[in-house]
């Protein structure tokens, strides 16, 4: 075997692998005197077959398929004949000679990554406590989750539920599919496109309305992505919220036998832990944003492509639910390609930082991590065990938990200066993360 590599740019090799014909023949030669005992054919006894016209009968057959065997054989070994590491699958070309066989390999392989200067990125770690505001703000949420609705006489304002019907028309085309009857809508919940809603603010029962609106440019549906939509809507009825008391009902509706204060109390104590994964989660984004623009990597396309599909599947599954055709939803692949690329090259970073430190999954940690996640549950004892009997499910906890462990470790190595923020400020989600 024979092996060329050509460097076609800074990722992307070309492999050209050779096999001489002799090789090629001999495989084929015990392929053929196998396939002998196993044909029939007219005139001959089992067995009994000339190989001449085994070969004229099966010849072409076979050398493709001892091609395909060659390619098996010799590709990982080439690739480690020339100590390369490809990134995605390669895309093979095979050319059959006189000589013998060749093939061409071409791939992207991993970049080279220098981690000079990882252990003096500088992070700011946000810190923030539970204040009785926050607590108060909770048990409102925990309010407005038990309210109940009831009709009122007069035009409806923000937070109100409008019973409506409407039609929507787009180009000339009803999208509605006619007319949709009884669909409520709760003012303010954000449940309809931007700027549906606020038409209905100010509207009493009976009342009719016509306005535009429109879509959307990451709309689902690309028919009527950022297009303007004319509605007919007609309100049915209007209902205002009605929030319950703080009362010993309401109280032990959420398990709590005691007080008010005692209430408060187990919501604080709720709050302050998932404030707490949340600041870690927000230390995890800055450490990661310091890494991505301290270490400069060119990332494979085989791999941002991949991340890319891995991206959009979700979207593709929630309209297969929807009963859309997954024709219809074309995302455009730059919404996600940014952030693939981010994605990718953090993913090869942090395994070189592993690599090169020697960084070891912490087994404890993961039996703790899969523990704290089944708490929530009601038998935490067979979640825990649904991870530990499924491989593929375990794995994605080590991992996440492997990561944690290289980003305390950066950390560590860190110039870490306190950040004071809310609360709120906390619990929002932000960040590109991983």
Same mark, same amino acid.
């Given at each position: ?44 006894? #089992?067995?009994? *077959? ?9 010849? +072409?057959?076979?050398? $493709?398929?001892? /091609? @395909? ?114 669909? #409520?809508?709760? *003012? ?9 809603? +606020?038409?209905?603010? $100010?509207?009493? /029962? @009976? ?228």
């Amino acid at each position: 075997m024979q092996v060329s590599v050509e460097k076609t740019s800074e990722l992307s090799r070309k492999m050209t692998v050779c096999v001489p014909e002799e090789v090629v023949q001999e495989k084929m030669a015990a392929r053929l005197k196998s396939l002998a005992r196993e044909v029939k054919i007219d005139g001959f006894r #089992p067995g009994k *077959i000339p190989q001449h016209v085994i070969k004229k009968m099966y010849g +072409e057959r076979v050398r $493709g398929e001892i /091609a @395909g065997d060659l390619i098996q054989a010799t590709y990982y070994e080439a690739l480690k004949e020339q100590d390369l590491k490809p990134a995605g699958y390669p895309h093979i070309q095979p050319e059959d000679e006189a000589e013998g066989f060749k093939y061409i390999a071409e791939f992207e392989v991993y970049p080279e990554i220098s981690l000079e200067g990882v252990e003096q990125i500088e992070v700011s770690k946000p810190v923030a406590t539970v204040q009785d505001v926050d607590v108060d703000g909770m048990i409102e949420k925990l309010r407005a989750q038990k309210k109940i609705w009831s009709v009122v006489a007069r035009a409806s304002q923000e937070h109100d539920r409008v019973t409506i019907g409407f039609s929507g028309v787009s180009e000339g085309e009803n999208f509605t599919d006619g007319k949709v009857e009884n669909y #409520p809508v709760e *003012i303010g919940a954000k449940q309809m496109i931007p700027g549906f809603e +606020e038409n209905l603010i $100010g509207l009493a /029962a @009976g009342a009719n309305k016509t306005f535009e609106v429109t879509f959307p440019e990451e709309y689902g549906n690309e028919k009527l992505t950022g297009k303007v939509a004319e509605f007919e809507v007609e309100v049915i009825s209007v209902e205002e919220p009605i929030l319950p008391e703080i009362d010993d009902a309401f109280i032990k509706a959420y398990g709590i036998e005691g007080s008010v204060e005692a209430f408060r109390e187990d919501i604080k104590s709720n709050l302050e832990g998932e404030l707490e994964q949340a600041l870690h989660g927000k230390l995890k984004n800055a450490v990661m944003d310091a890494l991505y623009e301290k270490i400069q990597i060119l990332v494979p396309n085989a791999l941002v492509d991949q991340e890319v599909e891995s991206m959009m599947k979700p979207y593709i599954e929630n309209a297969k639910r929807q009963k859309m055709k997954p024709e219809d939803v074309k995302l455009p692949r730059d919404l996600f390609e940014e952030r693939a690329k981010r994605r990718v090259a953090l993913g090869l970073i942090l395994g070189e930082i592993i690599d090169k430190n020697d960084i070891k999954l912490d087994d404890n940690k993961v039996r703790s991590t899969i523990e704290d996640m089944a708490k929530s549950y009601e038998r935490p004892s067979d979640v825990i065990d649904w991870y530990y009997s499924d491989e593929s499910r375990l794995n994605d906890v080590r991992q996440m938990v492997l990561e944690n462990q290289t980003i305390d470790w950066l950390v560590a190595q860190a110039k870490v200066s306190d950040e004071a923020i809310s609360f709120s400020d906390a619990m929002s989600k932000q960040g590109q993360g991983v």
